[in-house]
């Protein structure tokens, strides 16, 4: 079923491998597994919440499917963290900029990477923590998947570590002159 889900979620990147480019018109492998990545994700849980509702309300008598609700939680865990990831790549986070729009070209600047700063500081800790975390659940595992339950914690230190080097790289496009690479704008 897995598989299946891996060649669904290829076939959808591959038709959508249009929003995989750069400004300048290149293809962009980085966005392309991304877009993979996210697209397995989201059809793992809804695979697993479609077979939980049918197994549930239709067939209860004839099939029994535990590992549906571990399973879904686990590709929401997942999917929330990577969707993170993605979006701080993008700069693209929630943002209020009432004020910070008021401010002179240099002051954005200063502004834009103090906040680099500030979530490089936060993220670090975040990572170094979540890696120790994860790690301690190693030994535990799930009731129905089988699975260590650190599969469940290691989404922290991943997703972390992608944000760590999508705002360092941030820093650098900032500090060059050059705007964040958004490719999860909506076509116009």
């Not at 499917?65 to 399973?71: A, C, N, R, V």
């Not at 999917?79 to 790549?89: D, K, M, S, V």
């Not at 600047?109 to 923590?129: C, E, H, K, M, Q």
Request: hydrophobic share 60%; aromatic share 12%; proline share 5%.
């Amino acid at each position: 079923m897995v598989l299946v889900l891996a060649a669904l979620a290829a076939w959808f990147a591959w038709t959508l491998r249009g929003d995989c480019r750069k400004a300048d018109g290149r293809f962009d492998p980085w966005a392309a597994f991304e877009t993979y990545v996210s697209l397995f994700l989201m059809l793992c849980m809804l695979m697993s919440s479609v077979a939980q509702v049918l197994v549930r309300y239709l067939f209860s008598d004839l099939v029994d499917l535990p590992w549906t609700e571990e399973f879904g939680r686990l590709a929401l865990i997942w999917a929330g963290f990577w969707g993170g990831a993605a979006l701080q790549r993008a700069d693209d986070h929630i943002s209020m900029t009432v004020v910070f729009d008021l401010l002179p070209e240099r002051a954005k600047l200063a502004v834009r990477l103090f906040g680099d700063i500030v979530t490089l500081a936060v993220l670090a800790p975040i990572v170094w923590l979540g890696w120790e975390s994860a790690r301690n659940l190693d030994i535990m595992h799930a009731i129905s998947l089988g699975l260590p339950l650190s599969v469940f914690a290691y989404p922290v230190p991943v997703a972390g570590a992608l944000m760590v080097l999508h705002t360092v790289a941030l820093m650098v496009r900032r500090l060059t002159g050059r705007p964040p690479v958004r490719h999860l704008e909506p076509a116009v």
